[in-house]
């Protein structure tokens, strides 16, 4: 009865296991929710006076479909100093979030049966996408290479068919960074390759020194012309809610995605196009770095507590703000009842022993790790970790 394509999908593996968490407390249950890819955190006052000013505006109608002009300015001058070199209005597209702008991008540049290469562990919406798209994911193992692809295997899995590589730096669910060498390498593959660059910095404001965030056009100005930016507010400025982001590109992909966007959402939310603007003509240092703070300490103290684990290695958590436990070791001396566990047994234990919700590296295509999220409250958070690490190291 449905259409074929709704066979392709399975409901994200994330948003399960926020229902599982949810549904567990609805039963009364005391459970300490790690599952979220958000932050805890207040609106920006910025953001705020822009949003209250434009209802107080009346503002209430369509704008272009792809944003304001002046926020597509502003976003201008944002990538500008970013990227280290001029961006224009016209190379931007106002979406709903950074979901709408990898959609866009999957279904502007991608014909039926063109492979595009995923590092995995995944953010699992990417080869969701693209398979709706037409496209086919080939994903990349990263474990052996501390979560970030090698340029040899990245070569090794291209064929004719491939049209496109996804980079997300800082990595959700890994936390890895990717430095200036790997960003150089494979924006020249990329180049010698004829290969698009779909990159994904939605977590660019949370690198933990001492490493560092570098859009991959500021490393490697000659790949920009094949070079999508993908980014949003919802977890720089915490306003999941909002559903704000952009796609920055070649004019013709913006052209392209601006015809979609006209016929699928039509604009961004007007009031959010406008508190952001505000947010970005005032600025909001003081907020940027009590929320940057939050997630410094939050980060610091979790990795404290994770130190604790006998079976586990410490998280790198380089950027972002989740710990990705890789749980070879514990899976491998771990076998109840004679049969192989994998991260999703260990996710179930860990609510039903521990009463702490986890995403299961599964939705990652991993079948060995487990995604925490630091961005809650410090004090929910120690009680989470501290449990989860009692719990994990009765299993050795
Ligand atoms: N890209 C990555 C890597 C993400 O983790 C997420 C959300 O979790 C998104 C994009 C989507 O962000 P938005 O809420 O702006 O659509």
Redesign the pocket.
């Known amino acids: 009865m449905l259409a074929q394509r709704t066979a392709l999908l399975n409901p994200s593996g994330t948003a399960a296991a926020r229902a599982t968490a949810k549904a567990a407390a609805a039963k009364g249950e005391e459970i300490i929710d790690l599952t979220a890819?958000e932050i805890w955190a207040d609106i920006a006052p910025s953001v705020r006076e822009g949003a209250i000013a434009a209802i107080s505006r009346n503002l209430n109608r369509y704008t272009d479909t792809i944003g304001l002009m002046e926020l597509r300015h502003a976003l201008a001058c944002k990538i500008s100093a970013e990227a280290t070199q001029p961006w224009s209005a016209d190379e931007i597209a106002v979406t709903s979030?950074?979901?709408?702008a990898?959609f866009n991008a999957a279904m502007a540049l991608l014909n039926p049966g063109d492979e595009v290469l995923i590092p995995a562990p995944y953010?699992t919406?990417f080869p969701a996408q693209i398979v709706v798209a037409g496209g086919k994911p080939v994903f990349i193992e990263t474990r052996h290479n501390n979560f970030v692809p090698r340029l040899t295997d990245l070569v090794a899995a291209i064929t004719s068919k491939t049209k496109a590589i996804v980079v997300?730096t800082p990595n959700?669910p890994t936390g890895s960074i990717y430095d200036r060498d790997i960003l150089a390498g494979i924006a020249k593959l990329a180049i010698d390759r004829d290969l698009w660059i779909i990159f994904?910095e939605?977590?660019g404001a949370f690198a933990h020194a001492p490493h560092t965030h570098h859009p991959i056009v500021s490393v490697a100005p000659q790949a920009r012309d094949r070079t999508l930016i993908?980014n949003?507010f919802?977890?720089s400025l915490a306003l999941?809610g909002w559903?704000i982001?952009y796609l920055a590109g070649p004019k013709a992909v913006i052209s392209a995605a601006k015809t979609l966007q006209s016929h699928t959402t039509s604009n961004p939310n007007v009031i959010a196009q406008h508190a952001l603007l505000h947010y970005l003509e005032r600025g909001d240092p003081a907020f940027q770095l009590q929320l940057q703070n939050h997630v410094a300490n939050a980060r610091a103290r979790g990795l404290s507590i994770l130190s604790g684990l006998t079976s586990v290695p410490s998280p790198a958590a380089q950027g972002g703000f989740y710990f990705y436990l890789d749980l070879t070791e514990l899976l491998r001396r771990t076998n109840r009842n004679g049969r192989e566990f994998n991260a999703d047994d260990v996710v179930n234990a860990l609510l039903t022993d521990a009463g702490i919700a986890t995403v299961s590296g599964t939705a990652f295509g991993d079948p060995a790790g487990v995604r925490l999220s630091y961005g809650i409250d410090l004090e929910l958070l120690d009680k989470g970790l501290q449990r989860l690490t009692a719990t994990l190291n009765t299993w050795n």
């Open positions: 890819g979030g950074a979901k709408q990898l953010w919406t997300n959700n994904d939605c977590y993908v949003s919802s977890k999941t559903r982001g």
